[in-house]
């Protein structure tokens, strides 16, 4: 039997790794005091902060939902969820306000089902 | 680097008298993971599969690539041939599909693009990857010992041989043929 990868996918440390950067460098870099931050969140065991992911941007220019694949497909699981409950509980709705709600959910769904899922390969 | 659909994870492993070197592809043209581990003291086969096994199971990679030992051409030493072996048991253990390509598999595949030395096939794969352009290491006189960083050129000639074997990629077209 085929076993499952449960680790955490981040492009974090391929990416330091291309440009040859070391931890410390990037951790500066980012504004960190120390290494930890960014070995933790290369091994999966810390999620980027918003800081970081947009700091990873500013660096190498890989938006967070690619440089960060995992986290941006828990982040949408749970906001689809989310989305598609307040989907429903605005079906019946002849508002304005609550069709133009709708319309943005649509949107949402529309654009999450519309790509591979990233969390069935992890 | 592909980042919108993420595909299978192949790992190539190459080792040599003081280490081993693996490269992990997510694609011909984009390298994952990669490094060359030294391990120095005894009992080295043991250690270099415990290295290993740490790799497959942080990556759980689909295919491993090593060298196939069991060609006239192959020159490695009866430690690097047991070594071989013992991944061979590795990968069943660990579910991972096996692929093995003998040294002539890779000068074959490299021929197209006129490389034929070890040498000229690590400026090859310098060019097509620049992630490891910086790592190439300075041409080896006969009086000089390889040098380490060599095995890491050597560990992605395989795993771009399995893609040219397997997958389109800039070196399948001429194999083909």
Known sequence: MKKI????????RTHRRVWGLTQEELASLMGFASATHVSRIENGKRAPTVESALACQVIFGIPPSAMFPHTYALVEEKVMRNTYRLHLAFSNTTSLSGLRKRELFSLALKRATGKPNTLERT | MTHDNLRN????????????????????????????????????????LDEIRKIIDRYRPEVLVVEDTTGKDSRRTSRIRKL???????AEAEYVELYRCSKTEVKECFASVGAGTKYEIAKAIATQIPAFAHRLPRLRKIWMSEDPRQSLFDAAALGLTYFARHIRSPYAEDVSS
């Open chain 2, 84 to 90: 071989y072996r013992m991944l061979v048991h590795l």
């Open chain 1, 5 to 12: 990868n449960r680790k955490v996918l981040c492009y974090l």
């Open chain 2, 9 to 48: 994870l192949v790992l190539s492993i190459y080792p040599f008298s003081r280490g081993f070197a693996f490269v992990l592809f997510e694609g011909p043209e984009a390298p994952f993971d990669w490094g060359v581990k030294e391990i120095k003291e005894k009992h080295k086969n043991t250690k270099t």
